[in-house]
């Protein structure tokens, strides 16, 4: 009943932009919030950013101003716009079902994409 299912990742040079997407189950928007997190090499995931079903946006600190989250219900997909995209912002980036925003509690996941930022 819950499916998230992430696209939109590959390789773009420091500077650049992706946009990232997750297509979501009826079932998951009615019922969590919809977070990015994201995972680089050798460290523990982190939030990115979630939205809520009242819209109550979160961005972690290293990414406010640069990426924006938005929604599109009627095509049943949360967005992730990454902008200015830095070598750190490398890493698989997870679309998640949370049981809330801002506190980011994961319940379910997508499989992943994969962000590479470099040169």
């Known amino acids: 009943q819950v499916q998230l299912v992430e696209s939109g990742g590959g390789l773009v040079q420091p500077g650049g932009s992706l946009k990232l997407s997750c297509e979501v189950s009826?079932?998951?928007?009615?019922?969590?919030?919809i977070g990015w997190l994201r995972q680089a090499p050798g460290s523990e995931r982190e939030g990115v950013s979630c939205?809520?079903?009242?819209?109550?946006?979160f961005y972690a600190d290293s990414v406010q101003g640069r990426f924006t989250i938005s929604r599109d219900n009627r095509k049943k997909r949360i967005y992730l716009q990454m902008n200015n995209l830095k070598p750190e912002d490398t890493g698989v980036y997870y679309c998640?079902?949370?049981?809330?925003?801002?506190?980011?509690?994961?319940?379910?996941w997508g499989q992943g994409t994969q962000v590479t930022v470099s040169s």
């Open positions: 939205i809520s079903g009242r819209d109550n946006i």
């Open positions: 009826q079932f998951a928007l009615d019922y969590y919030a």
């Open positions: 998640a079902a949370s049981a809330g925003c801002p506190q980011l509690v994961p319940q379910h």
